[in-house]
C-alpha cells in the first residue's frame, strides 16, 4: 500500500465509524485500470491487454442483523438504503445501482447454489480512480462491491489469493463467473452494455503484470510486463465521457450488424473474432461503408492484440509502441470513438523523443491517453503535455505515473 492509500484507508475507518457508531469489519480494496492495447474487442469476442493501476476504491463494510443495506458515498457526500428482499424495486442514485446489481445477481447466480442467503450490510465507500475518466471507476465499484457482499456473508473467495483471512468460509467462484456477474449488474441495472474486460482485470489485476485475455473462452494469461527504465503514464484530457454510453452501444450495433451480412458468406461465424484480415477484405466491399470501417478495424485490433503480446514477449518494445500507435489511428479514423483532445495529447506524445507508444485507452470521447514512456524523459513529457496541451485545448490535463498494481483484496479488521 502506498502513503496515499494507508492515508485513504485511515479516513475511511474514521468516517465508518463516525457513521456507524462502530469500526468496519473489514475493507475491499478493487483497482481501476488501464488497457495496453485491444480496445472494443471484448464485446466481439476477441482479445484485449490490460494492466490494473495502483488507483483504488475502496469500501469499509460489516454485516448487518437486518436485510438493509445502507451505503455512504463518501466522495459524492451522497448516501442510500435498499432492501435486500426487493432490490429491483428500489431506485438508488446511479451509483448505488451498481451494488443492487451485484446485490441480485451474487445472490441468484452464486449464493442461491452454494445454499447461502445475502446479509445486510453497512457501508462506506471511497477511492482514488478518477471518476468518468475511462479508467473503470465504475468495474472497480462492481468488483469490491462483490467482495464486500461476500464478506458481509463471512466469505471469502477459494484459490485467488483474495482470501487473507483463515477464519472465514472459503466459497468456490473462477473469478471469471465473478467479473462475468458484475458485467451483468452493470448491463442490466446501469444500462451500459460493456465487456468484460474491466470486471476481469479488476480482479484478476497482478503487479508488474498484465492480463491477456481471451474474452470468448476467458482463458487468460499474466504477461510479465518487465519494463525496465519504462514507465507507464496516464494522462487524463480532463473532458468527461458525455457521448460514451449512446455511442458505445451504437459501435456494439455495427459490429452485430457486420457479423450478421459476413454470416452470408461465412454461415459459421458469431462474431468479429471469426474472421481474419483476409476474409474481410474478400466480402468488406459489400458492408455498407460505415459498418465496413467499424468491423475493419475491429478485424485488424485483435490482431495487433495478438502481434503486442508476441512482441512484449519477444522483448521488443519498439514493435509494441508502433501496434499502440496502429491502435489509435484505427480509433480515430475508422472506429471513431476519439475526440480533439484525445487525439491532441496523442499527438504531442507521439511527438516526443523517448515515447514508444501512445493511444486513447478505454471507450473513448474523452477520458485518457496511455503511453509508454522511458524513465529519464518523463519529466521532459510531463512538461510537453502540460504546456502544450493547455496551450492547444484551455484545459489542464491530469498526468499520473503508474504502477502496475494487484487486483481486488479484502483486508479483515482486526476486532472481528
Ligand atoms: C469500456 C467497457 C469495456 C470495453 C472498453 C473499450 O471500458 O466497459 O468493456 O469495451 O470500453 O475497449
Given at each position: ?33 488501464v488497457n495496453l492495447i485491444g480496445e ?9 491487454f490490460?494492466v ?82 475511462g ?92 519494463l525496465?527504465?519504462i514507465l507507464i503514464v496516464i494522462c487524463n484530457t ?66 495487433r492484440?495478438?502481434?503486442a503480446?508476441?512482441a ?5 518494445i519498439d514493435t509494441f509502441g508502433a501496434l499502440m500507435n496502429a491502435s489509435h489511428a484505427g480509433l480515430r479514423d475508422?472506429?471513431?470513438?476519439s475526440c480533439d483532445e484525445l487525439n491532441i495529447l496523442t499527438d504531442i506524445a507521439q511527438s516526443i523523443d523517448g515515447v514508444i507508444g501512445a493511444r486513447m485507452t478505454g471507450?473513448g470521447?474523452?477520458g485518457c491517453t496511455v503511453n509508454l514512456v522511458y524513465q529519464?524523459t518523463v519529466?521532459a513529457f510531463r512538461d510537453r503535455i502540460m504546456?502544450e496541451y493547455?496551450?492547444r485545448?484551455?484545459?489542464?490535463p491530469d498526468i499520473y505515473v503508474c ?14
Amino acid at each position: 500500500m502506498t502513503q496515499e492509500e494507508v492515508i485513504l484507508s485511515d479516513r475511511l475507518k474514521e468516517k465508518f465509524n463516525e457513521r456507524f457508531g462502530h469500526p468496519p469489519d473489514f475493507i475491499v480494496s478493487a483497482p481501476g485500470r488501464v488497457n495496453l492495447i485491444g480496445e472494443h474487442t471484448d464485446y466481439n469476442d476477441g482479445f484485449v491487454f490490460p494492466v490494473a493501476i495502483d488507483k483504488y476504491l475502496h469500501i469499509a463494510a460489516s454485516k448487518r442483523s437486518d436485510r438493509q443495506v445502507h451505503l455512504h458515498a463518501l466522495d459524492m457526500n451522497e448516501a442510500c438504503t435498499f432492501n435486500l428482499e426487493a432490490i429491483a424495486d428500489t431506485k438508488t442514485p446511479p451509483w448505488g445501482n451498481y451494488l443492487r446489481g451485484v446485490a441480485h445477481f451474487l445472490q441468484e447466480q452464486v449464493l442461491r447454489k452454494s445454499g447461502h442467503t445475502l446479509n445486510g450490510m453497512s457501508a462506506v465507500i471511497t477511492g482514488n480512480v478518477p471518476i468518468s475518466a475511462g479508467l473503470s471507476s465504475s468495474a472497480a465499484l462492481e468488483v469490491a462491491s462483490a467482495l464486500a457482499f461476500l464478506g458481509a456473508c463471512g466469505l471469502e473467495i477459494a484459490n485467488t489469493g483474495i482470501n487473507s483471512n483463515s477464519e472465514m468460509e472459503l466459497i468456490e467462484v473462477p473469478p471469471m463467473e465473478l467479473a462475468a456477474l458484475c458485467q451483468r449488474a452493470e448491463n442490466e441495472f446501469a444500462g451500459v452494455n460493456c465487456g468484460i474486460m474491466d470486471q476481469s482485470i479488476s480482479l484478476l489485476g497482478k503487479a508488474d503484470h498484465a492480463l491477456f485475455l481471451d474474452c470468448r473462452s476467458l482463458e487468460y494469461k499474466q504477461i510479465p510486463l518487465n519494463l525496465t527504465d519504462i514507465l507507464i503514464v496516464i494522462c487524463n484530457t480532463n473532458v468527461k465521457r458525455e457521448l460514451a454510453s449512446s455511442e458505445y452501444n451504437k459501435r456494439r450495433a455495427e459490429c452485430e450488424k457486420g457479423v450478421d451480412i459476413l454470416q452470408q458468406w461465412m454461415p459459421a461465424i458469431t462474431s468479429l473474432r471469426d474472421v481474419t484480415l483476409a476474409e474481410f477484405k474478400k466480402y468488406e466491399a459489400e458492408l455498407p461503408q460505415i459498418t465496413q470501417k467499424r468491423c475493419r478495424y475491429v478485424v485488424e485490433e485483435n490482431t495487433r492484440v495478438l502481434n503486442a503480446v508476441d512482441a512484449l514477449t519477444a522483448k521488443d518494445i519498439d514493435t509494441f509502441g508502433a501496434l499502440m500507435n496502429a491502435s489509435h489511428a484505427g480509433l480515430r479514423d475508422a472506429y471513431e470513438v476519439s475526440c480533439d483532445e484525445l487525439n491532441i495529447l496523442t499527438d504531442i506524445a507521439q511527438s516526443i523523443d523517448g515515447v514508444i507508444g501512445a493511444r486513447m485507452t478505454g471507450a473513448g470521447f474523452g477520458g485518457c491517453t496511455v503511453n509508454l514512456v522511458y524513465q529519464d524523459t518523463v519529466e521532459a513529457f510531463r512538461d510537453r503535455i502540460m504546456e502544450e496541451y493547455t496551450q492547444r485545448t484551455g484545459i489542464e490535463p491530469d498526468i499520473y505515473v503508474c504502477n502496475v498494481g494487484d487486483g481486488a483484496r479484502i483486508k479483515w479488521n482486526s476486532h472481528s
